[in-house]
């Protein structure tokens, strides 16, 4: 999954690069999220509302 986000992390690096820490969450977050189906379980769902209500 990694391996897709990073050509979107070195293109917002290249055009916007106050961007990163944002898109890094961002995808950071999303790479978890399928977990939530493949293992049946709602803690990555409340990983996922954890994280961002720290972001914000």
Request: glycine share 4%.
């Amino acid at each position: 999954m990694q391996l897709f986000f990073a050509p979107i992390l070195i293109l917002v690096g290249y055009e916007q690069y106050e961007w990163v820490p944002f898109v890094v969450g961002v995808l950071t977050r999303a790479h978890f999220l399928p977990f939530m189906w493949v293992y049946d379980s709602r803690a990555y769902l409340f990983q996922q509302l954890l994280l961002l209500s720290f972001h914000q």
